[in-house]
């Protein structure tokens, strides 16, 4: 298919050149250029505006920052929806409020066009070996449209309703690693008076009932961080988890669902970016935490 990605950050690119191996032709479109250049030189088509973007393909991604971007992407003066887009398919990736896809849905169904919602569970490389977990909220015929992409990326996706499904689904599988990496961070304080290797510790967690499934893949990171290494590039950062926590709770709220062991893990994590960067990677929380002076 000629698949077009608008917004090609860290997951926007990993996603394109998973898609253009797998044999699809790529147009993309990013707000920040710079970004783009790599992917044109793997091979793919630069539009200049979203709305060209949309005009050339048969299928749209979106993988955008926040509720605010997709506003602007969609239906901006350059917009996606700003043309002709009907019959054409678009895919919205974005980790966003709940409420977010269903008020999109309504104008991309105006212009006569189709929107699946799915958001992603993995990071970089998840993306780049096709093996993401993709969270998809859609009406039966279009979740099948979206299907032979979704497919070439993702290891299962998971149909939980109409639009707006996938997002609560993301937010709900996403929420114990949130409150994870501060639960590893307090387990390591209390091995401190052991004094031992960094690696064969996070091993030992690993290893254990007390190691989450995404330890295993992790595990180098959190090691680097516990020995003030460079852990190489960020996948995840703290400012995105942070994100993530905040829309989990607003959600909660919305249902009237009190989550105060989340909340507890939201103000730990505002600590760490406070005392680091909100760019170091998310699971240098438990690193944080294991070095930060008892109180």
């Not at 607003?250 to 105060?260: F, H, I, S, V, Y």
Request: glycine fraction near 10%; hydrophobic fraction near 45%.
């Amino acid at each position: 298919m000629h698949i077009g990605i608008a917004g090609v950050g860290r997951m926007g690119s990993a996603i394109a050149l998973r898609l253009m191996e797998r044999g699809h032709t790529l147009t993309v479109w990013n707000r920040s250029v710079d970004k783009l250049k790599p992917l044109a030189d793997a091979g793919a088509t630069v539009a200049s505006t979203p709305a060209e973007l949309a005009s050339a393909v048969e299928a749209v991604i979106t993988i955008l920052t926040n509720a605010e971007a997709i506003d602007t992407v969609y239906h901006g003066a350059d917009g996606l929806l700003s043309g002709d887009v009907s019959g054409k398919l678009f895919i919205e990736m974005s980790t966003v409020p709940p409420d977010t896809a269903p008020k999109l849905a309504e104008r991309v169904r105006a212009k006569g066009a189709a929107l699946v919602e799915c958001p992603v569970g993995g990071t970089t490389g998840p993306a780049r070996q096709g093996k993401l977990l993709g969270l998809m909220g859609a009406s039966d015929e279009d979740a099948a449209r979206a299907r032979p992409i979704l497919d070439d990326l993702c290891r299962r996706v998971q149909h939980g309703g109409p639009v707006g499904s996938g997002a609560i689904l993301k937010l709900a599988v996403n929420l114990p690693l949130m409150v994870y990496w501060q639960a590893l961070g307090e387990a390591l304080t209390l091995c401190r008076p052991l004094k031992m290797d960094a690696a064969e510790l996070i091993d030992l967690f690993a290893n254990s009932s007390g190691g989450a499934n995404v330890l295993p893949s992790r595990a180098h990171l959190v090691v680097a961080a516990l020995n003030g290494v460079d852990p190489g590039p960020v996948t995840f950062n703290i400012d995105g988890g942070i994100k993530d926590i905040q829309a989990m709770l607003a959600e909660g709220r919305r249902q009237g669902t009190d989550l105060p062991v989340l909340a507890a893990a939201l103000d730990c994590f505002k600590e760490a970016r406070e005392q680091g960067s909100g760019d170091a990677e998310l699971s240098s929380v438990a690193a944080y935490w294991r070095s930060r002076d008892a109180r």
